[in-house]
């Protein structure tokens, strides 16, 4: 095993005051929320809570990098009446303004709306100009609005996770304060990214010789690239580097950001099955072991996307530039941003709550009596109640009926369930479990080649495709992800002695667990030889004075997300749903429900931890 992968060792149980990063870094994808009164009051917009906050979520609440670069953007080409949404491309950007002239009709592209896209500046115009400008792309993209419809801009910020990254916004920004990005305003809303008037020369001291700089334009695209690359560096990629690392003043790295993105992939493909380091990832080319085990299935049909919220939301997007905008159905109760995607974008779906034969039943009915379906969204197995939907029937189905079948693995992984055979796509949160950390946002989306529509959705991907994912957040998300193996093994087993510590006690009504639920047996299907059930249960009380009491009691840490190397609790239908409480209760699930993410602690002191909280409520 490699230095750099070894097997992580017990870590302590920290302590986090209200609004505190989770983990205390500067790019922290939790907030501390540590009661269920903060909870609520977070909520309801409560200023004693609300004025803590450091950071929190990033879809659902802003980076202050993030506002911070936007702010400028502002000030340099809007108004004080107006405010931007940062996003990687123009393209993006274009998808926005869509978005909000649908809900705003009354907004006039041009003066109400206008995008600004921010390319580097040339480094040399001497030779190869038109392959310069071939190459050239923005490396980010904002949209400046008036101001009162911010709401507007927040919704498709959370629901499609396609914003800037908080590490990719403080390096634009630098950029841009230093002069060495070009900015231009796009007021007919169309992409001048290849636009001539861009490209000028940066300082004297950055114009190189055609010897050692080669006269090339500095663009991410060249360390963003989906296509498998050499085990070393392009000559392009150490070009950008030196760019940039002459312009900050540190090393970040970021030559190693093509070869991160290519380990990552194929840690997610399957091909790397024990602990290992960047360069043992990049020297193996296939183990036996390899879990997915599909025909024809390689690292080159895993695409990587900035969060887990961005590959869903691309690949809903790319179904239906595949197959056309038809309804999709959500099946089963599903983290809920899934569900306002497919609600919001295209001509909507129909939703399965309850996710069980009943509802496949009358799916199947309606497919006999002619109506026509995009694509089945499922989880598996599902967050928050870790239900398994029947794989073999839903495929089954799609097959006679001619509709595609979406699979989000995030709550089991890859590593415990195989689910590949039984998709067209398999999408995940790289952000949760597979990085650990929680200090950087990731998605993937992997295709089935043996799928009914593989050959035409890599066709639509080469069309639409966009690497979007930022050098650095790759490079962190390598290394985050080397001890994933071990990490899974050690997290399956303390999250089932947890699960049998909950169930054991009088005051618990029910533990929702993949292996304790009536649905184990879809579940054990698709486990792994050597797969558990995963680092993720609930648990509800007879009583919900009880559940506030246990919460407010244990001993871990509070807030959102899931999958954190630390463990991580919230009372997640008050945080998730706190609006939605009369829909809610309709699947039966009890608003009072409290969410455990299981981390690397020593397994007895966390038992301790929860039997110590259920004391409590004697």
């Not at 302590?15 to 870094?25: E, N, R, T, V």
């Not at 004080?80 to 926005?96: C, D, L, T, Y």
């Not at 071939?134 to 911010?150: G, M, N, W």
């Not at 809610?584 to 929860?610: A, K, M, T, W, Y």
């Amino acid at each position: 095993m490699a230095e750099n992968a070894r097997a992580p060792a017990n870590i302590p149980i920290p302590s986090y005051d209200l609004g505190q990063p989770i983990p205390d870094a500067p790019h922290a994808v939790s907030v501390s929320l540590p009661t269920w009164k903060a909870v609520v009051a977070y909520e309801e917009g409560e200023e004693w809570v609300i004025g803590e906050l450091k950071t929190g979520y990033p879809r659902f609440v802003i980076h202050k990098s993030v506002t911070a670069f936007a702010d400028a953007l502002v000030k340099k080409h809007g108004s004080p009446n107006e405010k931007a949404i940062v996003v990687p491309s123009s393209a993006i950007a274009a998808r926005f303004v869509k978005f909000l002239l649908g809900q705003v009709p009354s907004l006039i592209p041009g003066r109400d709306v206008r995008i600004v896209d921010l390319c580097p500046i040339m480094v040399s115009l001497e030779d190869e100009v038109a392959d310069s400008m071939t190459r050239l792309r923005a490396v980010a993209s904002a949209v400046i609005f008036p101001q009162e419809h911010r709401k507007v801009a927040k919704v498709f910020w959370q629901h499609t996770g396609e914003g800037i990254s908080s590490r990719r916004a403080e390096f634009c920004h630098k950029v841009f304060d230093e002069g060495l990005l070009s900015s231009v305003v796009n007021e007919g809303l169309e992409s001048s990214a290849l636009s001539p008037q861009m490209l000028g020369r940066g300082p004297r001291r950055y114009q190189k010789s055609k010897s050692s700089f080669n006269s090339r334009p500095v663009t991410q695209s060249h360390i963003n690239d989906h296509s498998t690359p050499s085990g070393t560096a392009s000559a392009e990629s150490i070009e950008y580097v030196q760019f940039v690392e002459e312009r900050f003043g540190r090393n970040l790295g970021l030559s190693l950001a093509a070869n991160a993105k290519l380990a990552v992939r194929r840690r997610i493909a399957g091909a790397l099955t024990a602990d290992v380091d960047l360069r043992e990832a990049l020297r193996i080319q296939e183990t036996p072991e390899a879990i997915r085990r599909v025909q024809g299935f390689s690292e080159d049909d895993v695409y990587l996307y900035p969060s887990g919220m961005s590959a869903i939301f691309n690949t809903h997007r790319v179904m239906m530039a595949t197959r056309g905008e038809l309804k999709s159905v959500c099946f089963g109760f599903p983290y809920l941003d899934t569900l306002k995607i497919l609600e919001k974008w295209g001509p909507g779906c129909l939703f399965y709550g309850t996710g069980d034969s009943s509802d496949l039943d009358d799916l199947e009915q309606r497919c006999k009596n002619g109506e026509k379906f995009l694509a089945l969204f499922c989880e598996f197995p599902s967050n928050p109640l870790l239900s398994s939907p029947d794989l073999c029937r839903i495929r089954s189905l799609a097959d006679r009926f001619d509709f595609a079948v979406v699979i989000d693995e995030t709550i089991g992984n890859f590593l415990n369930v195989h689910v590949l055979p039984f998709a067209d796509v398999v999408v995940s949160s790289l952000t949760k479990v597979f990085s650990g950390d929680c200090n950087v946002m990731g998605g993937s989306a992997v295709v089935n080649p043996k799928g009914s529509y593989y050959d035409q959705i890599r066709k639509t991907l080469v069309e639409d495709y966009e690497d979007n994912y930022w050098a650095e957040d790759a490079i962190y998300m390598e290394r985050n992800s080397r001890n994933f193996v071990s990490r899974i093994q050690r997290i399956n087993f303390t999250t089932e002695a947890i699960g049998h510590a909950l169930r054991g006690s009088p005051i618990v009504k029910n533990v929702y667990y993949p292996k304790f639920n009536p649905s184990r047996r879809f579940y054990d299907d698709r486990r792994t030889i050597r797969g558990g059930y995963g680092g993720l249960l609930s648990v509800t009380f007879h009583s919900a004075a009880h559940a506030v009491t246990f919460f407010d009691a244990l001993e871990t840490a509070k807030g959102p997300s899931l999958g954190t190397n630390f463990t991580l609790s919230c009372p997640y239908i008050v945080l998730a749903h706190y609006s939605e409480s009369d829909w809610v209760s309709q699947f039966g699930i009890d608003l009072n429900l409290v969410r455990i993410s299981v981390g690397l602690e020593d397994p007895v002191d966390l038992v301790s931890r929860i039997k110590r909280a259920l004391s409590e409520c004697d």
